[in-house]
Antibody, heavy 121, light 107 residues
Framework: QVQLMESGGGVVQPGGSLRLSCVVS????????MHWVRQAPGKGLEWVAF????????YYADSVKGRFTISRDNSKNTLYLQMNSLRVEDTAVYYC??????????????WGQGTLVTVSS | DLQMTQSPSTLSTSLGDRVTITCRAS??????LAWYQQKPGKAPKLLIY???SLESGVPSRFSGSGSGTEFTLTISSLQPDDFATYYC?????????FGQGTKVEIK
């Protein structure tokens, strides 16, 4: 069955960096676009970043543009999110999510369980 | 960015009730709308895509309708497993955006 498993969350000081990983199984990773979506404590959902199946196309929310980088390694079935210059307002549970289309249509049919990132001094 | 507004924010309801949640877009999104269910401490789950298409494995008591700027999610007869928060999400325009959520709770 389809599984997505995030890791790499933790506590980091403002201005610090963190890299999240999402290992997938149960489907052909290289055939699907992928996303990161986050949820601040007690708040709603916010789309963060997108990458197409082959990594050619990448999009970011304005709130993270220039600070976060999405990437993928199709040989390792792994999605990444490199987060630099972290701010207190980046504190959230970060989910990786599958897009049902290779080039991306923009909704999410499978989600990981999430990993918590806390930015605090 | 395209704004999505859900109403109500909270819905107090009883088992067996028919439940309707509304989602409005700040501009037309055709039928490029998805609905998700989220339970506390869990990841969201896709229920509906393209405004009215039921995701595989989702019970038929869930249905979606609408186009343009106004959409509804209907639960025909509320079951114990349905108490959760529901989000709409547009995928007509980048950046993709969510509504603020509707919490369905026990009256």
């Amino acid at each position: 069955q389809v599984q997505l498993m995030e890791s790499g969350g933790g506590v980091v000081q403002p201005g610090g960096s963190l890299r999240l990983s999402c290992v997938v199984s149960g489907f052909i990773f290289s055939s699907y676009a992928m996303h990161w979506v986050r949820q601040a404590p007690g708040k709603g959902l916010e789309w963060v970043a997108f990458i197409s199946d082959d990594g050619t196309n990448k999009y970011y929310a304005d709130s993270v543009k220039g600070r976060f980088t999405i990437s993928r390694d199709n040989s390792k079935n792994t999605l990444y999110l490199q987060m630099n210059s972290l701010r207190v307002e980046d504190t959230a549970v970060y989910y990786c999510a599958r897009d049902p289309v290779d080039v991306g249509v923009g909704y999410f049919d499978y989600w990981g369980q999430g990993t918590l990132v806390t930015v605090s001094s | 960015d395209l704004q999505m507004t859900q109403s109500p924010s909270t819905l107090s309801t009883s088992l067996g009730d028919r439940v309707t949640i509304t989602c409005r877009a700040s501009q037309s999104i055709s039928t490029w709308l998805a609905w998700y269910q989220q339970k506390p401490g869990k990841a969201p789950k896709l229920l509906i895509y393209k405004a009215s298409s039921l995701e595989s494995g989702v019970p038929s008591r869930f249905s979606g309708s609408g186009s343009g700027t106004e959409f509804t999610l209907t639960i025909s007869s509320l079951q114990p497993d349905d108490f959760a928060t529901y989000y709409c999400q547009q995928y007509n325009n980048y950046p993709w955006t969510f509504g603020q959520g509707t919490k369905v709770e026990i009256k």
